[in-house]
């Protein structure tokens, strides 16, 4: 057993719209997001950057409900863990890396507060916060 932590923290644009699927355990929002990582290259004197491309994806009624808020070039900010899977494609066995989201904000745009700080996404309401009959 590993004592290991797993765990992601991203912020970026997302650029596509997300794709809402269902499978037998419900639904399931995929998307794919940007993010820039910049330094400074001394040889050159100059900033340079480069644009990192990742899966994500996130399962439940939160996700069904997310798909109708988020488009391509959202800004959020998510937090979850990786997962990795293999695949088999033309008799060749391929992994893909992505991001099991467990949290999302959005972030700056449209999503943000007026001071630009991250907004929590909507949650489905408790057991807590409804009303009992009894």
Known sequence: MSDGLNLVTLFGNLGADPELKTSAR??????????????MNKEKNEREKRTEWHNLTMFGPRAEALAKHL????????????????????????????????????????????????????????????????
Request: aromatic share 8%.
């Open 26 to 39: 419900g639904p399931v929002l995929k998307m794919r997001l940007a993010t820039d990582y910049s330094w």
């Open 71 to 134: 488009r391509k070039g959202s800004r959020v900010m998510i937090t979850g863990h990786l997962q990795t899977n293999s695949y088999e494609k033309e008799g060749q066995k391929h992994l893909r890396t992505e991001v099991i989201i467990d949290d999302l904000c959005f972030g700056g745009g449209g999503g943000a507060s007026a001071n630009g700080a991250f907004t929590p996404a909507p949650r489905e309401a408790s057991l807590a916060s409804t009303s009992i009959p009894f």
